[in-house]
């Protein structure tokens, strides 16, 4: 049996579910903008996360299978011990109440990412910026406790130089490997159920869509385009986080 939402509910899903697409294959960080629609969805934040954990595993097969040619993979390894960290202090903090937890999420991001920009102003003045550490220890916590880890990662990928493809290639991998590390976390936590499982799979088609419409937006952004785009969704979902 599925969950009884009203008309607006599913259409509100059904919308979270394409973006989720469309940020997996071609526009990072509008995914971020998912996880305060899907809590209208659900009407509770930590039962919104459970939903929307399935949607995101799937459209995480789109994009790596899209893209499985261009992950700059090597980016990545430095990151595993601290997101490791941060998705054990997450995992803690679960239980907590989430709206506590978010807009913590929020400030972090808008830190790194006044730090993302001025280090573009004044390259010697932030060593610390091209670190991984920091952003894989947010990444994990973040991904955890609200499945928003798109900024942080989205910031430090930025820092790395890569291509479009590249960018979003090493992303899919990343969220690919994270969230199925979740799925037991989750679980534990009884974030799941028969209902919501037969909810995301309604979802299903919308994600396909969404995916097949990212990976056509991906080649018509200029690279320049594609930086600000992030940059701006990135700052519009961390402030969204304080609601």
């Not at 799937?58 to 893209?67: G, I, K, T």
């Not at 969404?210 to 700052?235: D, P």
């Amino acid at each position: 049996m599925m969950p009884e939402l009203a008309w607006w509910q599913w259409a509100l899903a059904i919308a979270c579910a394409f973006c989720v697409g469309v940020a997996k294959t071609g526009v990072p960080g509008l995914g971020i903008l998912v996880v305060p629609m899907m809590v209208l969805v659900a009407g509770d934040a930590r039962k919104s996360a459970g939903w929307l954990l399935p949607v995101l595993c799937f459209a995480d097969l789109f994009a790596v299978f899209y893209y499985r040619r261009h992950a700059a993979a090597g980016k990545l390894f430095s990151l595993i011990p601290s997101v490791l960290v941060g998705m054990a202090a997450g995992a803690l903090t679960l239980s907590l109440p989430e709206g506590r937890i978010r807009p913590l999420i929020g400030v972090i991001v808008l830190v790194m990412l006044a730090v993302y920009l001025w280090r573009k102003r004044h390259p010697e003045a932030f060593a610390l910026a091209n670190h991984g550490a920091p952003y894989g220890v947010v990444a994990g916590f973040s991904t955890t406790v609200a499945n928003a880890a798109g900024p942080a990662m989205s910031l430090y990928l930025l820092t790395k130089k890569l291509t479009k493809e590249e960018f979003v290639a090493t992303g899919a991998w990343f969220f690919f490997c994270v969230n199925l590390t979740k799925v037991p976390i989750y679980a534990w936590h009884g974030l799941f159920s028969r209902s919501s499982l037969l909810m995301d799979l309604m979802l299903a088609p919308a994600v396909l869509c969404g995916a097949l419409s990212g990976r056509w937006a991906l080649t018509r952004i200029s690279a320049g385009s594609f930086e600000f785009l992030v940059l701006a969704l990135t700052a519009v979902s961390a402030l969204i986080l304080f609601r």
